[in-house]
């Protein structure tokens, strides 16, 4: 009774703060359960290999080194990354999938030398956030999100990887699946990480990739016909995302 009863609180509090629209207190709670139940299901995981290292591991090693005329390009995220088929998307080009479902930011920091840095990559594509502003591995602020993210494009500069920084998508709640997410992802904060993310590219010569403003609706939130649960993008999502992927890739490889 106690643990239902923070759950409900948390929920409620969510709710006030961030003022979800169209949102209900139950929808919220369930968000929270659900959640909660993600992370105890990843707690033996997370206690051996936090950042997922094993994921890539035997793929790494298998990959030789770039020839010399091959624009090698890395996407490194989350589930958006995961589930992308790169192949089908981008035929014939060597880019390659370093994304992991559920993961943000600070795990990414933990296997950016193995999965980005080592592959030596023309340039880097860097989807991630969202799940740091649901809480996927605990509270985060976006002030530690905009570290992570800082680090990861001061790491791939270093070793003179070209540095394309994409929007967070937007989210919606237009169906039951989506319910499941929506209220864990305050609208106002995907923006004002966006904003940042703009800036920074600004200020540091990076490309900023704006999937966002492709694919958000006059609401503010995500175009219903892109995503089936309101955060993974469906076929027509991606349609839309490559080649505004491919267009950043080719203005980071030209930069220079």
């Known amino acids: 009774m106690f643990r239902k009863s923070l759950l409900v609180v948390l929920a409620l509090s969510l709710m006030t703060c961030f003022a979800f629209p169209q949102q209900s207190s139950d929808d919220a709670v369930k968000a929270v359960q659900n959640l909660e139940q993600y992370r105890e299901g990843l707690i033996r995981l997370w206690m051996n290999d936090f950042g997922n290292l094993g994921r890539y591991r035997e793929a790494n ?8 005329n091959e624009n090698r390009v890395v996407f490194m995220g989350d589930s958006i990354t995961d589930i992308w088929k790169l192949e089908a ?14 993961q943000t930011t600070p795990q990414m920091l933990i296997r950016f030398r193995p999965d980005v840095i080592a592959l030596d990559p023309k340039v880097v594509v860097i989807l991630a956030g969202t799940n740091d502003i649901s809480g996927n591995t605990g ?19 270093l070793h003179k990887i070209h540095v ?19 209220p864990l ?11 940042w993310i703009k800036d920074y590219c600004v200020r ?27 955060l ?21 490889l030209t930069a220079h």
């Open 61 to 68: 090693a298998k990959l030789g080194l770039q020839s010399a």
């Open 89 to 102: 998307s981008f035929p014939g080009k060597p880019y390659i999938n370093r994304g992991i479902g559920g």
């Open 139 to 157: 509270p985060m602020t976006l002030a530690e999100i905009e570290a992570n993210l800082t680090t990861m494009a001061e790491l791939a500069k």
């Open 164 to 182: 394309v920084m994409s929007s967070v998508l937007p989210v919606n709640n237009y169906t039951e699946r989506s319910k499941m997410f929506f």
């Open 185 to 195: 992802r305050p609208p106002a904060q995907i923006v004002e990480l966006n904003n």
């Open 204 to 230: 540091n010569d990076c490309i900023y990739l704006d999937y966002f403003s492709a694919m958000v609706d006059d609401k503010g939130l995500l175009r219903a016909d892109l995503a089936d649960d309101g």
């Open 232 to 252: 993974h993008p469906n076929e027509k999502g991606y349609a839309i995302m490559a080649p505004l992927a491919q267009k950043a890739i080719d203005q980071a």
